[in-house]
Nanobody
Framework: QVQLVESGGGLVQAGGSLRLSCVASGSTFGPYTMAWFRQAPGKEREFVSAVSWTSINTFYADSVKGRFTISRDDNKDTVYLQMNSLKPEDTAVYYC???????????????WGQGTQVTVSS
């Protein structure tokens, strides 16, 4: 069983930056794909980014491409999401997820964190 704990959310002005972290515990970090999803009020949970085991492949939603960067440090069992040039529409609860396959939908991911709130003011 893997437990995921996110941190790093907060309130930031448009154009600012935040770095989210997700620490895994309870089991080996690999060979899981790690991903970030987000959910705004009244909307479905949507894919943001994913990184494969050993970081060979990374994936981004079109809405964040060029602004967000996902990375992982398997020595620390941690995955990061560097978010730059934030926009008000990035406001959401951000969730870390882990799974054995790469997917852009939530279903295949086995493990989820509790979420961290990101609020971008205009």
């Amino acid at each position: 069983q893997v437990q995921l704990v996110e941190s790093g959310g907060g309130l930031v002005q448009a154009g600012g930056s935040l770095r989210l972290s997700c620490v895994a515990s309870g089991s080996t970090f690999g060979p899981y794909t790690m991903a970030w999803f987000r959910q705004a009020p009244g909307k479905e949970r949507e894919f943001v980014s994913a990184v494969s085991w050993t970081s060979i492949n990374t994936f981004y939603a079109d809405s964040v491409k060029g602004r967000f960067t996902i990375s992982r440090d398997d020595n620390k069992d941690t995955v990061y999401l560097q978010m730059n040039s934030l926009k008000p529409e990035d406001t959401a609860v951000y969730y870390c997820a882990g799974g054995r396959t790469i997917a852009v939908v939530p279903g295949p991911y086995e493990y989820w964190g509790q979420g961290t709130q990101v609020t971008v003011s205009s």
